[in-house]
């Protein structure tokens, strides 16, 4: 069966780096768009960031763009988000999720990794 397992999450302060990673498992990981998701306290889910299958688009929400990156190696089965220049708002659980893209249809997600920013 599918899995997804997030693992890089932990405490920051405001303006540090984390980089979150998900080993998939029980799909042929390649040949899907994977993105990640995030969820807040008190909030729905939120989409962060997608890449294709190949990896030769990626797409990011707005307020991400140009601190985030997304990136995956299909010969490890492995997706992968770097964050750079946290801040307090990028506080949430984060998951990686399977299919889908920005607007949703995401078939699977893992049990997510916590990420706190705060100083």
């Known amino acids: 069966q599918v899995q997804l397992v997030e693992s890089g999450g932990g405490s920051v302060q405001p303006g540090g780096s984390l980089r979150l990673s998900c080993a998939a498992s029980g799909f042929t990981f390649s040949m899907y768009p994977m993105n990640w998701v995030r969820q807040a306290p008190g909030k729905g889910l939120e989409w962060v960031s997608g890449?294709?299958?190949?990896?030769?688009?990626?797409s990011y929400e707005d307020s991400v763009k140009g601190r985030f990156t997304i990136s995956r190696d299909d010969a490890k089965n492995m997706l992968y988000l770097q964050m750079n220049r946290l801040k307090p708002e990028d506080t949430a659980v984060y998951y990686c999720?399977?299919?889908?893209?920005?607007?949703?249809?995401?078939?699977?997600r893992g049990q997510g990794t916590q990420v706190t920013v705060s100083s």
């Open positions: 890449i294709s299958s190949g990896g030769g688009f990626t």
């Open positions: 999720a399977k299919g889908g893209w920005r607007s949703g249809g995401w078939d699977s």
